[in-house]
């Protein structure tokens, strides 16, 4: 069984960073293809970012994030990040983090009922 912590999220103005982690344990992490998804008050839960298993080569990010936020992670610290850069008020929602079962090496995957296992959500507030 595979925890999962998000850890970053906090209150913002439009244009500022902020870097959001996610801690892992349980299991063998860099088997794991993991994700990012990201839900707002009355909306489902969206697809952000996602890296995959190994050494995380491959990665995959919704349009709108695409250039301004940046997926990574280390293995040696069981911990996936999101780097977000140039912060918008369309980007305030509750973010998770996901992991998916093991795979073959080199996979991302972008749909939220490909991960079964998620944390508990970190909030980001971009106020203008």
């Known amino acids: 069984q595979v925890q999962l912590v998000e850890s970053g999220g906090g209150l913002v103005q439009v244009g500022d960073s902020l870097k959001l982690s996610c801690a892992a344990s349980?299991?063998?992490?860099?088997?794991?293809?993991m994700g990012w998804f990201r839900q707002a008050p009355g909306k489902e839960r969206e697809f952000v970012a996602a890296?995959?298993?190994?050494?995380?080569?491959?990665?995959d990010y919704t349009n709108s994030v695409k250039g301004r936020f940046t997926i990574s992670r280390s293995n040696a610290k069981n911990t996936m990040y999101l780097q977000m850069n140039n912060l918008k008020p369309e980007d305030t929602a509750v973010y998770y983090c996901?992991?998916?079962?093991?795979?073959?090496?080199?996979?991302?995957?972008?749909?939220?009922?490909?991960?079964?296992?998620w944390g508990q959500g970190t909030q980001v507030t971009v106020s203008s």
């Open positions: 349980g299991g063998t992490f860099s088997g794991y293809p």
């Open positions: 996901a992991a998916a079962r093991v795979t073959p090496w080199s996979t991302v995957l972008t749909t939220k009922e490909e991960y079964p296992y």
């Open positions: 890296i995959s298993n190994g050494g995380g080569y491959n990665t």
